[in-house]
């Protein structure tokens, strides 16, 4: 007897221009800079960042990232130019 795995894929999301658009985990999006994974969480809870769930997880298309600021780096240059 062998068991074959399924691999799950995700339905296409249509934007509101008809087309397809990019649906992004919360994880990617802390990944790229938009904010921690419980802060982006905590915005969609309350109503802040439209998202839909798969299973216990959220996505959030790529037209709603419109909701967020630009990403910003934490990294050390981010320091330097507040003290300047």
């Not at 630009?70 to 507040?82: F, L, M, T």
Request: no cysteine; net charge negative.
């Amino acid at each position: 007897m062998s068991t074959a795995s399924t691999t799950r894929t995700q339905a296409p999301q249509v934007g509101p221009d008809g087309l397809l658009e990019r649906v992004f985990k919360v994880s990617e999006l802390a990944a790229a800079g938009y904010g921690d994974k419980s802060s982006l969480t905590r915005r969609i809870h309350r109503g802040q960042l439209p998202a839909f769930r798969v299973g216990n997880a959220f996505r959030i298309r790529e037209s709603d990232l419109r909701y967020l600021v630009d990403p910003v780096d934490p990294g050390p240059d981010d320091a330097d130019d507040e003290a300047a």
